[in-house]
């Protein structure tokens, strides 16, 4: 089976080599998407467009399954798996189950790979880019609608200066302090059903070693394109 179809005991999708390395790199991008509920179309459209420039994807929930529907491509369709990167941190989301299984199509043609891959998706997971901690969330359990509290705990307990969140469907963006530093909080919003008069949306983060602040920047997604825009700010005060 492909390193990119693996998945790590940290539950990282990716080979052990690709998850240290992307620690290691000097500069990494960080595609990050979420709320894609059921919408394959729409994942995979940003994938084909960003995935191939990307060093790793961030997914925050709510449509695990079809982050798993779309390795079940990956695994028989090679243009299709050249889009995915190398390591991917997807966590369970409100409407998520814990576990899925996909059929790794490849395997029939490679007789040392299961046929049938159980992909385990945890509440929480960490990923360290360019020498930055991030925390990923779906953020359901993080009483959201009453402030970002909750989520700047999450990323003090690990010492991260960058945590993902979704579950709001609105793209958001800003920083917090901390007594380890600010703390960059990200919601690239939903590439699916946006709210807030918002447009469907995912975002991309440029991550550089020694900088403490990572270029981030939003998309709306209007197919067949996409075009950067901004977000109402976050409010963390």
């Not at 790199?25 to 995935?51: M, Y």
């Not at 990923?127 to 901690?133: E, R, S």
């Not at 946006?194 to 991550?207: I, Y």
């Amino acid at each position: 089976m492909s390193n990119s179809l693996t998945q790590d005991k940290s539950l990282l999708l990716g080979s052990r080599e690709s998850i240290e390395g992307l620690a290691q790199k000097d500069s990494a991008r960080i595609l990050a998407i979420s709320d894609s509920h059921a919408n394959t179309a729409a994942l995979s459209f940003v994938l084909q467009k960003f995935g191939v420039e990307s060093d790793a994807l961030v997914f925050c929930g709510d449509g695990a399954s079809d982050i798993v529907y779309l390795l079940q491509k990956a695994s028989c369709d090679e243009c299709f798996f050249a889009c995915i990167p190398p390591v991917i941190a997807f966590v369970r989301g409100n409407n998520d189950s814990s576990s899925y299984s996909f059929m790794n199509k490849a395997a029939l043609r490679k007789k040392d790979a299961p046929l049938l891959v159980q992909v385990m998706v945890p509440p929480r997971n960490e990923l360290t880019v360019a020498g930055h901690k991030l925390v990923i969330v779906h953020g359901h359990a993080h009483s959201l609608y009453s402030g970002v509290s909750d989520l700047v705990q999450e990323a003090e307990k690990s010492k991260a200066d960058l945590i993902f969140f979704g579950h709001t469907h609105v793209p958001s963006s800003g920083y917090a302090i901390s007594k380890h530093g600010p703390i960059l909080l990200v919601n690239p919003g939903s590439c699916s059903i946006p709210r807030a008069c918002q447009p469907p949306s995912f975002a991309l983060l440029d991550v550089k070693k020694g900088n403490p602040n990572p270029d981030c920047v939003f998309y709306e997604i209007r197919q067949p394109t996409t075009r950067p825009f901004i977000p109402p700010p976050l409010c963390v005060g």
